[in-house]
Each structure stands twice: as C-alpha cells, then as structure tokens.
C-alpha cells in the first residue's frame, strides 16, 4: 500500500498533463508577416492652399436696372445659363431705331446704283458728259458708306441688347454676388464671382533649400488623412523666381477632377519627393489600438505571441510604416483578435 500511494500520484499528475496539453495544441496557426525594409520616395510635406483654375469675376457691359437674379452664392450654373438680367427698352428702342436709319440708306442706296447704271449706260453711249458720270459714281459710293455705317450701328445696338442678359461662361459654382435687385448698375461694375466646379490646383511655397530636389523630381502627392489614398498630382509647375520677403519659390499644382471633397481656400498638406528612403513597413491590419498604446503581437520562432509596443509613422495603401519597437524580418500577426485569444491561453497556461 505504500508503494501504490506515490504511483497514484504521478499517474494523476501525467493525466492532468496531458489535458493541459491541447489548450495550446488546438491553437489555430497565426497568420504572420514579416517587417520588412522597402524603398521608399523620401518626402518633405508642406502646407498648401488650394484654389480655382478657372475663376472669374462676371461685370455689366451696359448701365441699367436689374430686373432679375436667378442665381445666388453656393449655386451651380450650366454654361449659357442666365444668370443676370438687366432692363432692355432702352436699347430695343435704340435697335429698332438704327434698323429704320439702315433702310432708309438701303434704299437711297439702291436708288443710287440704279441711277449709277442708266447713268453709265448713258456715258457709254456718249449722251451724257464725264462729269454726269463722275456724279452718279461718287453718289453711288456715298450710299453704299452709309449703309456700311448703319449696319455697324445696328450691329452694335444688337450687341448691347445682347449683353442686358448675362449668361455663364462656363459651368460652375457661384462663391459671391455683387449686386442686388432693382439695383443700377453701371458699365464695368461688378455683378458675380464664380469658378469652375472640379478644376482645381494647390499654391505651394517651396523654401529653397528644397526647391532644386522638387525641380528635379517633380513628383508630389496631397495628401488629405490617414482614412484617405494620397491624391496623386497630375502637373507640377515651378514658378522660376524666388520671393524676396521669405526666399521661396511658389510651386503650383494641379489637381484631378475626382478630388470632389476639396473646395478653394482650404489648407491641405502636399508631400513633395525629394529622394529616397529606406522605412520598415508592415501591414496596416496588424496594429493595435489600446487606448493610447498602439502596438503589435508578435509571433518568434517558437509560435509563442508578445505584444509589443511600437511606435507608427506614414501611411502607404495598406502598410504603415513602423519607426521604433520592431526590427527588420520579426514576424506579426495578421490578425490581432486571433492573436489576443491565443496570448491570454499562454497566460492559463503558465499559471
């Protein structure tokens, strides 16, 4: 009986052993992926201002009345829309005044180039005398001069009538309106500022201890949050001059018509290349927010799970890059959740 007691014991204790054994076992494997070095564009970020590539300020080419506005601020307008329209007798008064004038000198002039034709069947003939012909020809050219300047004339009072309504050059988004109704107006006076929706670009000032890597590169990105892909730049310009207040050269760029969330006046952040970098990247998925800790779990070679605190720096698609608390080639997990469970098992396990 005294030997039995002790083989009892260990039996129980190899039991217990083996049932301790598949709560590690049953463990599904991590997917992991590797810290890995990557070149990258070396970027200097700086602050821009994004405005309008076409804006313009539309003004009154007649003086008179408003008498309808039928767009106002924040409104989008079609290209021919009537935006502005300005009280016109006057000047259809003035239209049907000058056709009446120009009739009158198509008919004198009409009178004339028949009487120039019977006069100069008549010169042929020899009846009538030189000067008789000289006569009838000059007449004939003096018609033919008024009527050219009366059709000017009408030519001009049709564009004045023309220009009583005022139409949108291009469509866009009205930003202010000038006038009010009822208002008179005069030639020259403002009445609506505008811009065309979706063609927009970015001012940049380039300090110049950067300006030459941005002329040789030329190669730029905006970049809006971390939520959203960098918006890339379809066309950069470099102003060729210097400002003499700050020493930085203005850099335009000009941006896509898909970047729909941006709107003039706004400060966004424009990252320039500069060069080339080398940054340890791993995927977006396997970080973790805890409060104000962000971290990893990692998994070494023994499959065994550490959550490690690191440090996160730019976002590129679906890696980020990590600063401080990983070397190149250690392994994370994929997926964090997963990761977790399997920590909190080594903990039981251990205790």
Do not use: C
Not at 55 to 66: D, F, K, N, P
Not at 116 to 141: C, H, P, T, W
Not at 159 to 165: K, S, V
Not at 221 to 235: A, F, G, N, W, Y
């Amino acid at each position: 009986m005294a030997q039995t007691k002790p083989i009892l014991q260990a039996q129980i204790f190899f039991l217990l052993s083996l049932l301790s054994l598949p709560l590690l076992a049953q463990q599904p494997d991590l997917e992991t992926a590797n810290a890995t070095m990557v070149t990258m564009p070396q970027e200097y970020r700086l602050d821009g201002v994004i405005e309008a590539a076409k804006q313009s300020t539309l003004s009154a080419q007649v003086s008179g009345r408003i008498e309808a506005i039928n767009f106002d601020v924040d409104d989008r307008v079609n290209k021919g829309d009537v935006i502005v329209h300005i009280r016109d007798n006057e000047y259809r008064a003035r239209l049907q005044q000058v056709k009446a004038t120009l009739a009158e000198a198509q008919a004198g002039f009409d009178d004339a180039q028949s009487e120039f034709k019977r006069v100069n069947g008549l010169y042929k003939d020899k009846v009538i005398s030189k000067a008789g012909f000289d006569k009838a020809s000059a007449n004939l050219e003096s018609t033919r001069a008024r009527v050219a300047a009366n059709r000017a004339s009408v030519n001009q009072a049709q564009e004045q009538l023309n220009n009583t309504i005022i139409r949108a050059p291009y469509s866009g988004i009205v930003v202010e309106r000038h006038i009010e109704l009822g208002e008179f107006t005069n030639t020259g006076q403002p009445i609506m500022s505008g811009y065309a929706a979706g063609k927009l670009r970015v001012n940049v000032n380039v300090p110049q201890s950067i300006i030459s890597a941005v002329r040789k590169h030329r190669d730029a990105t905006l970049v809006i949050d971390k939520k959203q892909s960098p918006i890339e730049i379809r066309k950069l310009t470099v102003f060729p001059f210097a400002d003499p207040k700050n020493h930085s050269f203005k850099v335009r760029l000009d941006l896509p018509e898909i970047a729909s969330n941006l709107f003039p006046g706004m400060l966004v952040k424009v990252a320039f290349v500069t060069g080339e970098i080398q940054r340890l990247m791993i995927p977006v998925s396997s970080l973790v927010q805890r409060s104000e800790v962000v971290g990893v779990y990692l998994v070494n070679t023994k499959r065994q799970v550490i959550f490690r605190q690191v440090r996160g720096g730019i976002y590129q698609g679906d890696k980020v890059e990590i600063i401080a608390g990983l070397d190149a080639g250690e392994s994370v997990a994929l997926d964090p959740v997963a990761a977790g469970i399997q920590l909190k098992a080594q903990w039981n396990s251990a205790q």
